[in-house]
């Protein structure tokens, strides 16, 4: 025996992780706003993929809105989004350009990084750690 699964089995519990990882995107913002609008807004919210209201913490956007210049307001679209591929096992991906760029403004992420392929790579750790530190502004998007 080998201990590996049966293609059979293996296509049926792909599927089933499908299934679990589109419940756990649910709660992914579907349509993504500009930080100026979210500024504007009394309760500042985005409907979810599963229909569900997602809340801004009115304190972190308006600590983004002092670290970042004015023209990125308009630009910048709320969450961040950080992607996890599940072929690649310690890291997770941006492909926002002005989200990396307001990252590095901001001191999150190094300047030294680029853009290679419409993807910007970094550790799971660091999109964690960002995450925690501007809470209902950043998530993960399971792959």
Same mark, same amino acid.
């Given at each position: 025996?080998?201990?590996?699964?049966?293609?059979s089995?293996?296509?049926?519990?792909?599927r089933?992780?499908?299934?679990?990882?589109? *419940?756990?995107?649910? @709660?992914?913002? /579907? #349509?993504?706003k +500009?930080?100026?609008?979210?500024?504007?807004?009394?309760? $500042?919210?985005?409907?979810?993929?599963?229909?569900d209201?997602?809340?801004?913490? *009115?304190?972190?956007? @308006?600590?983004? /809105? #002092?670290?970042l +210049?004015?023209?990125?307001?308009?630009?910048?679209?709320? $969450?961040?989004?950080?992607?996890?591929?599940?072929r690649?096992?310690?890291?997770?991906?941006?492909?926002?350009e002005?989200a990396?760029?307001?990252?590095?403004?901001?001191?999150?992420?190094?300047?030294?990084?680029?853009?290679?392929?419409?993807k910007?790579?970094?550790?799971?750790?660091?999109?964690y750690s960002?995450?925690k530190?501007?809470?209902?502004?950043?998530?993960?998007?399971?792959?």
């Open positions: 025996m080998s201990g590996r699964l049966p293609d089995d293996d296509s049926i519990l792909m089933w992780v499908r299934v679990e990882i589109g *419940k756990i995107n649910k @709660e992914i913002v /579907a #349509e993504r +500009p930080l100026s609008q979210l500024l504007k807004e009394d309760i $500042p919210s985005a409907k979810t993929k599963g229909g209201d997602h809340l801004f913490d *009115k304190k972190v956007l @308006e600590v983004l /809105a #002092e670290q +210049p004015s023209e990125l307001h308009d630009r910048l679209r709320l $969450p961040i989004l950080f992607f996890l591929d599940n690649v096992e310690d890291s997770s991906f941006l492909n926002d002005t990396v760029k307001a990252l590095q403004i901001m001191g999150e992420l190094s300047m030294l990084r680029s853009f290679e392929k419409g910007l790579w970094v550790g799971k750790s660091i999109a960002i995450m530190k501007y809470p209902t502004v950043i998530q993960i998007v399971m792959g």
